[in-house]
T-cell receptor, first 115, second 113 residues
Framework: GENVEQHPSTLSVQEGDSAVIKCTYSDSASNYFPWYKQELGKRPQLIIDIRSNVGEKKDQRIAVTLNKTAKHFSLHITETQPEDSAVYFCAADPRSGGGADGLTFGKGTHLIIQP | DSGVTQTPKHLITATGQRVTLRCSPRSGDLSVYWYQQSLDQGLQFLIQYYNGEERAKGNILERFSAQQFPDLHSELNLSSLELGDSALYFC????????????FGEGSWLTVV
């Protein structure tokens, strides 16, 4: 099955700086890579996703890049703000375009924004 | 609000007992997923149902079982509970107008004492 590794487990950055979280996956059939943000005690919320036919996707201060050859993808947050503090999970999905198996998640990155 | 509804929100029970967690997916979603989240294990995929049938199975213990009913709501049954089963259990759904994007419910906090 799919295996997703996520680094770092904790990331502390100064407010206004950029944050980068990296993930690797093992199943070359994976073609959908969402990122979720989870605040303490709350549900994971989708913040951005990318599919294997795209190398980069941006949404305001958040961007995700995908390198299918190397089987890794990254989340980039620019101009970080206090409300960006949360746990971020990457995930990979080996489905081939329709509903199928569940997402495999990385273990999460606790992002801390220092004022 | 994701549109995925879970009950109960909180549950405290004793070891050896059995509980049932309930989930109503987003309107139109055919797939329901169950995930377990504990402090040291992250988000663990348990099981997926699609339109009433089991579709994929993850790290689900034999003491746990689930089903999806004709109205597409799902239940996760946890039996012979152990202290280590204490966790936040999430239901999620996908399909319908959201395509394969997965939306999570608010979760059910289970504490086994």
């Amino acid at each position: 099955g799919e295996n997703v590794e996520q680094h770092p487990s904790t990331l502390s950055v100064q407010e206004g700086d950029s944050a980068v979280i990296k993930c690797t996956y093992s199943d070359s059939a994976s073609n959908y890579f969402p990122w979720y943000k989870q605040e303490l005690g709350k549900r994971p919320q989708l913040i951005i996703d990318i599919r294997s036919n795209v190398g980069e996707k941006k949404d305001q201060r958040i961007a995700v890049t995908l390198n299918k050859t190397a089987k890794h993808f990254s989340l980039h947050i620019t101009e970080t703000q206090p409300e960006d503090s949360a746990v971020y999970f990457c995930a990979a999905d080996p489905r081939s375009g329709g509903g199928a198996d569940g997402l495999t998640f990385g273990k999460g990155t606790h992002l801390i924004i220092q004022p | 609000d994701s549109g995925v509804t879970q009950t109960p929100k909180h549950l405290i029970t004793a070891t050896g007992q059995r509980v049932t967690l309930r989930c109503s997916p987003r309107s139109g979603d055919l797939s329901v997923y169950w995930y377990q989240q504990s402090l040291d294990q992250g988000l663990q995929f348990l099981i997926q149902y699609y339109n009433g049938e089991e579709r994929a199975k993850g790290n689900i213990l034999e003491r746990f079982s689930a089903q999806q009913f004709p109205d597409l709501h799902s239940e996760l049954n946890l039996s012979s509970l152990e202290l280590g089963d204490s966790a936040l259990y999430f239901c999620a759904s996908s399909g319908g107008s959201s395509g394969n994007t997965i939306y999570f419910g608010e979760g059910s906090w289970l504490t086994v004492v």
